[in-house]
């Protein structure tokens, strides 16, 4: 087991990575230390050279937590994992060398913790394949104990005496089996938790069945794994040691074909094989050339389904958004019949506007209710004539070209284009007074359908209260659309694209859009955009 003077403090590089535990966390915190202290115990058997494990399944339970709460939880990690090695003894305050028992028990969280940030801001801007889930969760898989073991090596070479081992050989030998160990109890223990995880939170309600593609992929499974442990055994049998190609090149195959669930219980059969040998009394050399060996197995085989299941994910991102683009398509002929339209009725519509002002002046000191017919005539025409006006503006080519926009304007012509929806839904629009001055730079048309959308999401999920304003934060304005969720849970019809639009146009203009769900209920869409200063 990983001796607590094995390890030094890998600092933290950014607040981002720890913040205060919520009560929501608790629970989750108390089954972790729990769940570590029992993972940490079943190491022993496959302890290694420099006290390492060559399996150590807390590490996998680490990083599990981590993963699935945020690594927003470290520093909550590392205080666990502290109470209960203090609990079993292995930190004794009264003893010389305390401190630095704290600090090898402190450091694996941390670096963890660091790990699971880094990869999570590099998948988040990246446009590569590797940030397509899951192969982020595969990348922090190998990249944390990785550097964990990374993290020892100072020590390890400037406080030999503490890791037990002597010279450049052993103290690598060490470390080697410190990162084999961990990535064998990651791969093997994270996903399963992660996946009982998923499962009770988002329980499905048809279970999935049994059908002739799952037969004929467990077949093909089954038969290409068992010829890779037949070829295996043989040449074990003649005299070639225990290669690890066959083994490798089955679970690889598995994955690539049937993805990572797949490729983990082919993983699992291989490492039940394995790991009861492993765990007698045999050469500490012997054994870790085993689990290298498995440990190569086992990356290899889950990045090769986590790549699998990536692709899939992708080809299905791109079929919608090829729908997207049918439904772009669709939209501009309808814009430009619109604008079409607009054009031939805009002409009659402004005359008649005109008389009807003009029957509604000469009226004025007639019958009463010719008066007030005249008016309500004349109020018609003007607010039918500024429809009009705006939809001729908003179809437009001038309003595709970026351009300085008055938030307060742009606001408004997004009340009045959700208006009629607003109605009929009957919902309550609230749209509070906007600074004039607030300002961004963009397209009108498509920063207007952005926030129509998010305003049409909350319309239909609310229970009849909308709000709709903005503000400034520093050099940003910021528009929040927020609705409390009402218990509605039939799915509205449509495509289910208009987030996804919404969130593509406000990242094109330099912006964010992110959608928080608070416990009393309420839903917010948060849009922020650069400013673009004072309107003149």
Same mark, same amino acid.
């Given at each position: &087991?990983?001796?607590?003077?094995?390890?030094? +403090?890998?600092?933290?590089?950014? #607040?981002?990575?720890?913040? &205060?535990?919520?009560? #929501?966390? +608790?629970?989750?915190?108390?089954? *972790?230390?729990?769940?570590?202290?029992?993972?940490? *115990?079943?190491?022993?058997?496959?302890?290694?050279?420099?006290? *390492?494990?060559?399996?150590?399944?807390?590490? /996998?339970?680490?990083?599990?937590?981590?993963? =699935?709460?945020?690594?927003?939880?470290?520093?909550?990690?590392?205080?666990?994992?502290?109470?209960?090695?203090?609990?079993?003894?292995?930190?004794?305050?009264?003893?010389?060398?305390?401190?630095?028992?704290?600090?090898?028990?402190?450091?694996?969280?941390?670096?963890?913790?660091?790990?699971?940030?880094?990869?999570?801001?590099?998948?988040?801007?990246?446009?590569?394949?590797?940030?397509?889930?899951?192969?982020?969760?595969?990348?922090?898989?190998?990249?944390?104990?990785?550097?964990?073991?990374?993290?020892?090596?100072?020590?390890?070479?400037?406080?030999?005496? +503490?890791?037990?081992?002597? /010279?450049?050989?052993?103290?690598?030998?060490?470390?080697? /089996?410190?990162?084999?160990?961990?990535?064998?109890?990651?791969?093997?223990?994270?996903?399963?938790?992660?996946?009982?995880?998923?499962?009770?939170?988002?329980?499905?309600?048809?279970?999935?069945?049994?059908?002739?593609?799952?037969?004929?992929?467990?077949?093909?499974?089954?038969?290409?794994?068992?010829?890779?442990?037949?070829? =295996? &055994?043989?040449?074990?049998?003649?005299?070639?040691?225990?290669?690890?190609?066959?083994?490798?090149?089955?679970? #690889?195959?598995?994955?690539?074909?049937? /993805?990572?669930?797949?490729?983990?219980?082919?993983?699992?059969?291989?490492?039940?094989?394995?790991?009861?040998?492993?765990?007698? $009394?045999?050469?500490?050399? $012997?054994?870790?050339? !085993?689990? &290298?060996?498995?440990?190569?197995?086992?990356?290899?085989?889950?990045?090769?389904?986590?790549?699998?299941?990536?692709?899939?994910?992708?080809?299905? $991102?791109?079929?919608?958004?090829?729908?997207?683009?049918?439904?772009?398509?669709?939209?501009?002929?309808?814009?430009?019949?619109?604008?079409?339209?607009?054009?031939?009725?805009?002409?009659?519509?402004?005359?008649?506007?005109?008389?009807?002002?003009?029957?509604?002046?000469?009226?004025?000191?007639? $019958?009463?209710?010719?008066?007030?017919?005249?008016?309500?005539?004349?109020?018609?025409?003007?607010?039918?004539?500024?429809?009009?006006?705006?939809?001729?503006?908003?179809?437009?080519?001038?309003?595709?070209?970026?351009?300085?926009?008055?938030?307060?304007? !742009?606001?408004?012509?997004?009340?009045?284009?959700?208006?009629?929806?607003?109605?009929?839904?009957?919902?309550?629009?609230?749209?509070?007074?906007?600074?004039?001055?607030?300002?961004?730079?963009?397209?009108?048309?498509? !920063?207007?359908?952005?926030?129509?959308?998010?305003?049409?999401?909350?319309?239909?999920?609310?229970?009849?209260?909308?709000?709709?304003?903005?503000?400034?934060?520093?050099?940003?304005?910021?528009?929040?659309?927020?609705?409390?969720?009402?218990?509605?849970?039939?799915?509205?019809?449509?495509?289910?694209?208009?987030?996804?639009?919404?969130?593509?146009?406000?990242?094109?203009?330099?912006?964010?859009?992110?959608?928080? =769900?608070?416990?009393?209920?309420?839903?917010?869409?948060?849009?922020?955009?650069?400013?673009?200063?004072?309107?003149?």
């Amino acid at each position: &087991m990983p001796s607590p003077n094995h390890f030094i +403090l890998f600092p933290i590089a950014s #607040a981002g990575c720890a913040s &205060m535990p919520r009560p #929501a966390d +608790l629970p989750w915190l108390v089954g *972790y230390a729990l769940a570590f202290a029992y993972a940490h *115990y079943a190491a022993a058997s496959w302890g290694g050279q420099g006290y *390492y494990s060559l399996l150590y399944p807390a590490a /996998g339970v680490r990083l599990a937590l981590l993963w =699935s709460r945020g690594s927003r939880l470290t520093l909550a990690v590392m205080v666990m994992e502290l109470s209960v090695q203090t609990a079993a003894g292995v930190i004794n305050p009264g003893q010389s060398g305390w401190l630095t028992a704290v600090i090898g028990v402190a450091r694996p969280a941390l670096t963890y913790g660091l790990a699971i940030y880094l990869v999570r801001s590099v998948a988040a801007r990246s446009r590569s394949s590797l940030s397509v889930a899951p192969m982020p969760f595969g990348l922090a898989a190998v990249t944390a104990p990785v550097a964990a073991a990374v993290a020892s090596l100072p020590w390890s070479l400037l406080s030999p005496e +503490l890791t037990g081992v002597v /010279g450049m050989r052993q103290t690598v030998a060490s470390l080697t /089996g410190f990162a084999v160990g961990d990535l064998l109890g990651v791969l093997l223990v994270a996903p399963p938790l992660l996946w009982l995880g998923q499962s009770a939170q988002n329980r499905p309600e048809n279970p999935v069945r049994l059908t002739l593609h799952h037969l004929r992929a467990l077949v093909e499974g089954s038969l290409v794994l068992s010829v890779a442990i037949a070829a =295996s &055994m043989l040449l074990e049998h003649i005299g070639l040691g225990v290669p690890a190609a066959p083994a490798l090149l089955a679970v #690889a195959w598995i994955g690539l074909r049937f /993805g990572r669930t797949a490729s983990w219980w082919a993983i699992l059969i291989v490492a039940a094989l394995v790991l009861p040998y492993t765990a007698t $009394d045999m050469p500490v050399a $012997d054994r870790l050339a !085993l689990h &290298m060996s498995l440990a190569s197995i086992v990356v290899v085989g889950y990045l090769a389904g986590s790549f699998a299941d990536a692709q899939i994910r992708a080809r299905k $991102d791109v079929s919608r958004r090829d729908r997207m683009l049918f439904q772009a398509e669709r939209l501009k002929t309808l814009r430009a019949m619109s604008v079409a339209v607009i054009h031939e009725i805009s002409q009659p519509l402004s005359t008649l506007a005109i008389e009807a002002k003009h029957l509604h002046e000469i009226t004025v000191s007639a $019958d009463p209710e010719i008066a007030k017919t005249a008016a309500l005539i004349d109020r018609k025409a003007e607010a039918l004539a500024t429809l009009v006006r705006r939809l001729r503006r908003f179809g437009g080519r001038s309003v595709d070209e970026p351009s300085t926009l008055p938030v307060s304007a !742009l606001i408004d012509t997004v009340a009045a284009l959700t208006s009629a929806e607003t109605k009929a839904a009957r919902v309550t629009l609230d749209v509070p007074a906007i600074d004039p001055d607030l300002a961004v730079v963009g397209q009108e048309i498509e !920063l207007a359908q952005a926030i129509v959308n998010l305003v049409r999401n909350a319309v239909q999920a609310c229970d009849g209260h909308v709000s709709l304003f903005a503000h400034r934060e520093d050099d940003q304005v910021v528009v929040t659309v927020a609705n409390r969720c009402s218990d509605r849970t039939t799915p509205q019809p449509g495509m289910g694209v208009g987030a996804l639009v919404a969130r593509a146009i406000i990242e094109a203009h330099g912006g964010t859009l992110d959608r928080v =769900s608070q416990p009393n209920g309420v839903t917010r869409a948060t849009l922020a955009l650069p400013s673009a200063g004072v309107v003149a």
